[in-house]
Each structure stands twice: as C-alpha cells, then as structure tokens.
C-alpha cells in the first residue's frame, strides 16, 4: 500500500482545476477526505457509448482510494472491467443566501470532486475486506455480530474501487456578500442554514425486548448531525484497520 | 409550450430502465417531478474528450425543461453551444437501514435521473424569464424587491435548459427487509431516519432593525424540511407562472 500523506496536495490538471469562482477551491487532501468522509451518498458518472450516467450511491474511503458497490447486474459494473473513466462527487448543501440582487444569490455548501480509473475490485481478500467495510466503516465493528456473509451473497455483489489521481474541493461558508453599493437597499438579506440531522432510531418490530441498540452505534445519536456522525465513525473505523 | 400531463410515465429505454433492484423503480413523471422539486441540489454528468464530469449545482424545473446556471467562465459550459447529452440527478438520503446480514444493509432514499440535451440558453426573453426564476422558484416574488440585475451580470450568467427526454425515478422507502431465516439473529436492526432541515435564519449584519424577514420567506421556517420547503415553493411558483 503507498502511504501518502495526508498533507500533501493533488495535482492539478486541466481536469480538476477549479475554475468557477477559483477562490472557493482547493487541492489540499485533508480538505478533500473531510468532504468525502462527511458523506455516505455520492454521485458517480460515467459514460457508456456517448451517453452519460450520473449514479447515486454509497461511498467509502480507504487512504487514497475511493470504493463503491452494487450487484452484479448494474448497468454501470458490466462495463468495468477494463476500468473506465470516472468521476464521483460529494456535495453538501450547508445554507442557502440570500442577497440583495439577484446576481450575489448563492449558496453554502462543500464539495469535493474526485477523478480516477474505477476498476471492479477482483482480489478475493481484497474484496472480502471491502464487503466487511462497507458495514464497519459505518456501523464500527457491526460485521462480528451479524449473520456472516454467505459465498452467493459476495458473488451478488460487485465491489467497485477508484483510487484518486486528482480531485478539487469547493468550499462556500460564509454570509451575504452582496455589491458595497447594495447594501442600503431596503430588502432582508442573510443566510438560511440547512443540516442533515439523525432522527429517532426505528427498530425492526422483530428485535426482541432487551435486546438494546448497541453502543458502538451511539455515534447515530437522535438530533445529531449525520455529517458529523460519519466523521466520528471514519475515524474509528481508521483506528481499526490501522 | 408543450403541455405534457403530469399522470403521463416517461419513455423507457435501455438508457432508464431501472435494472437494479427494479422493483423500487418508476417512470411516471409525477413521481419524478417531486422527486426533483423537492431539492435545490443536483448533480450534472456530462463528457468533456471522453472524461466523465460530474458537477453539482443548483437546479429547477419548468414543465419538463429542467435550467440550471453558471457562470460564463464554467468548463462546462463552454462546451455546450451545440447542445452535448447529459443526465442531471436529484438524491435524497432518508435513512441509514441496518439489518441482521451484511448483505441486506441499505439506505431508504428517492432519486430521480434525468436525461436529454443540454444546451445554453440563448433566446433573450427565454434566459431574462430564467434570471427572474432562478430567484423567484425559491424565494417567491423576490425579484420584485431586489435590486435589479444589470446587463453585465445577465451577461455573465450562462442559463443552461434541458428538456427531459427519458426519465425515472427509484425509491426505497421502508423498514428491514432481512431474509426470513434471519429474524431471530440475535443483532438490533432498524433504520436510522434522516433529515435536512432549516435552521435559525442567519441575517445579514447589515440589514436595518426593523425590516423584518418577508412573509413570502415563511415557507423556510426554522425546523422545517427543506424538502417540503421546496415542494411548497414550487408549487407556489407554478402558481404565479400559470
């Protein structure tokens, strides 16, 4: 595996050049892993003769590559074993701003935009180890008490990793930032922040009485926020595997 | 105009056939519609000399054109004078469902994908209409109290329009669904919900005391989804457009 620090930057190329509003962007990894690892939704696109594809799902991170999984059947896994060109993004809409012109309209958010070769993950331990953090990475230490893995189970699903050769992050966090000139018109101007927060655990109607959530899920904690809750869990899920 | 009937279900082809786990997909554009609207975040996949991008921003819908905007300087849309394919995604993340085997962890969320043909706004009465409803869809009559854009900014602003040719939407939206033999594993299983709400409104040090947030602003309150917050925008801007 090469260690790569987390302090050095990506490189920029003409692919991850943050271009729009260049000052909001940044190439450092530290930035790019705390947006990654701030979610567990991202978006994945691809292209299949011509056509582009822009593909929800779950994501995870292993120091410098990214994974991702679905059955065997998906549309996007057939066409990847040669590896393919891809580009999976993480957005986090943080506030919505508004201003006193249209124009200075924006919004707080972090995004991060990573580019690689995803490539389906063959290696059987490699795939067992990614099959086993995919619930672990979330839920620490989860996969010891569950049912195990049957082998038509690991043959269902296709794990995809796409180590990182560039990526930018995008960041907004402030407040209005309206034209000097606008500042007396007489209309009310601010930010509207939003935050994904955890609700109320629902547990199965099967579970027995007394069978209580256990503390490793204490992370998912009613009214937290689920950004904050996947950094925690990373980390621990870091500490496990190092 | 074209006038579709919302109750009226896309054309499927093999580029939205929902293949996985297909049961959980629809084509019907009701459902795909409130999929979209209900979020202000979405993400674009394009192909720029057979590099995938994927690119998030912000979006709405008028019938079945979907705009977004930015600004004239963006790698993105320097390349779409001809009009070039893409696919925009809407995604929301409900819930975070653990279940008593690996294999059947999930996610409760709805997305929606859209493809067609992505081409830059360039008709003057469509893109001021555009200027004005990039405002106005979310934050209803604002335009009216801003400071008007100037010739420069419209000029600055690439509005980019997509009619939506194929469509569909995908929906997991319930508890558990281990496997029968399962049930009496002796692990908590359940979901833990998810939501983005609005928090307390952030003003802007600048604004007078005594100008009061307007009531037209009252769809955002704090502790509200923001996804209903943009259900009911929509449906108020729908209102004024008609």
């Known amino acids: 595996m090469t260690v790569t620090s987390p302090s050095t930057a990506y490189p920029v190329s003409p692919r991850n050049r943050v271009k729009r509003v260049h000052e909001r962007g940044s190439y450092d990894r530290t930035s790019v892993h705390a947006i990654l690892d701030a979610a567990m939704l991202c978006h994945v696109s691809y292209v299949l003769d011509g056509q582009p594809y822009c593909t929800p799902t779950l994501h995870w991170r292993e120091g410098e590559t990214l994974y991702w999984h679905g059955s065997s059947a998906s549309r996007m896994l057939r066409h990847l074993t040669q ?21 200075n309209h924006s919004a707080n958010y972090r995004s991060a935009m990573c580019f690689g070769t995803a490539r389906i993950v063959e290696d059987p331990a490699e795939k067992a180890e990614a099959l086993r953090a995919v619930v672990d990475r979330f839920y620490p230490e989860r996969t010891a008490s569950l049912r195990p893995i049957t082998p038509q189970e690991a043959k269902a699903t296709t794990v995809i990793g796409m180590r990182i050769e560039e990526a930018s992050a995008k960041v907004r966090a402030k407040g209005v930032a309206d034209d000097p000139e606008d ?29 209580a959530r256990p503390e490793m899920l204490a992370a998912y904690a009613e009214g937290r926020a689920l950004d904050e809750a996947l950094l925690e869990t990373q980390r621990r899920y870091e500490e496990a595997v190092s």
Chains 1, 2 share one sequence.
Not at 184 to 211: D, F, K, M, S
């Open 183 to 211: 500042i007396g018109h007489p209309v009310w101007a601010g930010v509207l922040p939003v935050r994904t927060l955890i609700g109320a655990a629902q547990p199965c109607p099967h579970v027995p009485e007394g069978l």
């Open 83 to 103: 590896g393919v060109a891809a580009c999976l993004t993480v957005s986090h809409l943080d506030g919505l701003v508004l201003a006193r012109s249209g124009f």
